[in-house]
């Protein structure tokens, strides 16, 4: 069965900190892994990782994939608090299907 | 640029009731999704469209039915309402094609209440 694990699932830190979140999975036929930031309503697009060991950045958000140990990492550094949110990390499957996991909470405490 | 729609925004149902979660996107995209939020929890894939006239089940279809007779327009049904389906709906789009990856576009939600 295919799944996605997010860890942790909830964490807090103060401004300026740096916080790594994970995700792991198994997916038959992956084609992609995607981070997303959900505020209040619909989840917002991050990053898409499809070949191992190529950092994608944008501002302090930067992520890589690992296609042979299975997982991807987020790292935000010198947090805000505009960056509480619940970060989303699914995988797509070349069906055409997103798996999602539980998501991590991140509340950043001025 | 309306991207994806969803209406409504929010909804209080009976029991029993029926009623139609409307979705419709603008940027020509072949695959459609719909996804449950529950509280605390990530998005599980209730039933998705790789073009017109093809629907799939996702992780939790019972319960919702599907229709895509047009490529903008991808409507969830519910027959009959039952408390576990109270959860936030989301709607997403793709465009998918053997060169084409790209990310999923969502709607803003609809946000159903079955008491």
């Known amino acids: 069965e295919d799944k996605v694990v997010q860890s942790p699932l909830s964490l807090v830190v103060h401004e300026g900190d740096t916080v790594t979140l994970n995700c792991s999975y198994e997916?038959?036929?992956?084609?992609?892994l995607l981070w997303y930031k959900q505020e209040k309503k619909a989840p917002t697009f991050l990053f898409m990782l499809t070949s191992s060991g190529i950092e994608k950045k944008s501002g302090r958000l930067s992520s890589i994939l690992d296609k042979k140990e299975l997982f991807s990492i987020l790292n935000i550094t010198a947090t805000q608090t505009g960056d509480s949110a619940i970060y989303l990390c699914a995988v797509n499957n070349q069906g055409g299907k997103l798996i999602f996991g539980q998501g991590t909470e991140l509340s950043v405490k001025p | 640029n309306a991207g994806v729609t969803q209406t409504p925004k929010f909804r209080i149902l009976k029991i029993g009731q029926s009623m139609t979660l409307q979705c419709t996107q603008d940027m020509n995209h072949n695959y459609m999704y719909w996804y449950r939020q529950d509280p605390g929890m990530g998005l599980k894939l209730i039933y998705y469209s790789v073009g017109a006239g093809i629907t799939d089940k996702g992780e939790v279809p019972n319960g919702y039915n599907v229709s895509r007779s047009t490529t903008e327009d991808f409507p969830l049904r519910l027959e009959l309402a039952a408390p576990s389906q109270t959860s936030v709906y989301f709607c997403?789009?793709?465009?998918?094609?053997?060169?084409?990856?790209?990310?999923?576009?969502f709607g803003d939600g609809t946000r159903l209440s079955i008491l």
């Open positions: 997403a789009s793709r465009l998918v094609g053997d060169l084409s990856n790209q990310p999923q576009h």
């Open positions: 997916v038959t036929n992956f084609r992609s």
